[in-house]
């Protein structure tokens, strides 16, 4: 929050500079961190303009989630940070449409009540793209910021979707057993805070591990030494330090030697959003399968989605996939993922990924909502639990989410037969209380209900 201040108080300085940047202070913005509500000035800027670019307006390792560097570098990951490439393979899976671009005007409303279009709603937070699929059309799209229908997109935790899914072959494969410990398989977790849970905890945030994520405090041990090793956040001198140098170099080190268990919590009697947790789940993927996360995914999931574009990965500091947050692909792409999701793990006339484990993404037990609700930080979401590294609203309908912070989801409505995906470049890094966030999520939600009565 600091940070997001000082560029502010930074770029109002830049108006008296070169016409090279284009500064527009517009109405107060609403950031949300925690239970507090900060007004902020909303500010435009034209980053990397210039060849090479004037230095008020150069994208970093440092600023790339800062907004508006983000989004330039959202959709550029692969300059800040280091990736690795998940080739598309095979003829392409069409997506005919866009067929109802009337959708735009559709009536929504924010999460304040203000009636507007739909396209008017996500271009007022922070979106960059956004697609709407029905069956297999493609109803409509639309980009802004530059941003377009060929350019990759960074998914954050959306990534963490992803690998609950592929973990999920390796379960119906009898591989990976739920309920054995993470250790039985990584036997470097043996001492850990993993090593008293089940592969279930894990994959339902319910580790109770003494570790906390946090994006706003900077002196905390997820920014000072997790995000670092993960090479996802910016710490001076962190990028030079070489592995004989540190004893946590990347975040496999992290896992096994820095995370112990919470003694005031047991594993299974809460939800506690912990990034490090997907960690563990790829870690299991890439020591039973014998195969690279990135490997594996292409192999048993991408190339089987008649994608159009490649995907790519950012990596950990040792060059290790970053599945808890680094997966980086197109909207359409991801819709295709999201529509073999709603449509019980087929796709393209293949099944790609067991019925039985996305069914299970949405049985929803009692304790899996006990645990939401006695999470304040979401008690003003409209999440009903999270389970299976999917955030889910209505089990019924099954409608359900994957989510990354800064505004990035996959919106899943089996119901309504329906895939939205939008990715953003929101300046609050949650999606607990940003207004950004809930408006698009409630403006989807509405659009699927009128889909659904069409």
Same mark, same amino acid.
């Given at each position: ?27 107060? $913005? !609403?950031?949300?961190?925690? *239970? ?8 435009? @800027?034209? =980053?990397? /303009? #210039? ?101 990759? $997109? !960074?998914?954050?935790?959306? *990534? ?8 999920? @072959?390796? =379960?119906? /494969? #009898? ?280």
């Amino acid at each position: 929050m600091q940070e997001m201040l000082f560029l502010v108080s930074n770029l109002r300085g830049c108006i008296k500079m070169k016409s090279a940047i284009t500064i527009i202070v517009t109405t107060l $913005h !609403l950031l949300t961190i925690g *239970s507090a509500v900060v007004a902020v000035e909303q500010v435009e @800027l034209d =980053v990397m /303009q #210039g060849f090479p670019p004037a230095r008020e307006t150069q994208a970093t390792m440092k600023n790339y989630r800062e907004h508006p560097f983000n989004q330039w570098t959202f959709r550029n990951a692969g300059a800040p940070l280091n990736v690795v490439m998940i080739p598309r393979e095979g003829k392409i899976r069409e997506l005919p449409g866009p067929t109802q671009p009337g959708l735009a005007n559709h009536s929504v409303s924010d999460v304040a009540g203000k009636t507007m279009g739909f396209q008017a709603l996500f271009g007022a937070n922070h979106t960059d793209g956004v697609v709407v699929v029905q069956g297999d059309e493609l109803l409509y799209e639309h980009y802004f910021h530059q941003f377009n229908a060929h350019a990759q $997109h !960074l998914w954050f935790s959306m *990534s963490k979707s992803l690998t609950s899914t592929a973990l999920g @072959l390796l =379960v119906a /494969q #009898g591989k990976v057993d739920l309920s054995a410990s993470p250790a039985a398989y990584i036997p470097e977790l043996k001492g850990s805070g993993f090593e008293r849970v089940t592969v279930q905890n894990v994959l339902d945030m319910a580790s109770s591990v003494d570790f906390h994520e946090t994006y706003t405090n900077l002196d905390s041990d997820f920014a000072i030494h997790y995000a670092p090793a993960l090479n996802l956040g910016w710490l001076r001198g962190a990028a030079d330090v070489q592995p004989e140098d540190t004893p946590i170099y990347g975040v496999h080190d992290f896992l096994a030697n820095f995370i112990k268990p919470d003694p005031k919590r047991e594993p299974g009697d809460n939800f506690d959003y912990n990034s490090s947790n997907a960690d563990v789940l790829g870690w299991i993927i890439a020591r039973v399968s014998g195969q690279s996360f990135q490997d594996f995914v292409q192999q048993n999931i991408w190339s089987k989605l008649g994608a159009e574009h490649d995907a790519y990965i950012a990596v950990d500091r040792a060059y290790m996939p970053a599945v808890t947050g680094g997966m980086n692909s197109t909207t359409r792409d991801a819709a295709r993922f999201g529509m073999m999701i709603r449509d019980r793990g087929k796709y393209n006339g293949e099944q790609i990924i067991p019925q039985a484990w996305v069914d299970a993404n949405v049985v929803i037990t009692d304790k899996l909502r006990a645990n939401m609700r006695a999470n304040i930080k979401y008690s003003d979401e409209p999440w009903s639990a999270y389970h299976n590294m999917w955030w889910v609203l209505d089990e019924t309908n099954g409608e359900y989410c994957a989510v990354g912070i800064h505004g990035q989801v996959i919106y899943i409505n089996r119901k309504a037969d329906t895939v939205m995906v939008w990715f953003s470049s929101q300046p609050g890094a949650s999606a607990a209380r940003d207004p950004n966030f809930q408006s698009k999520l409630k403006a989807a939600r509405l659009l699927a209900a009128h889909l659904t009565e069409q």
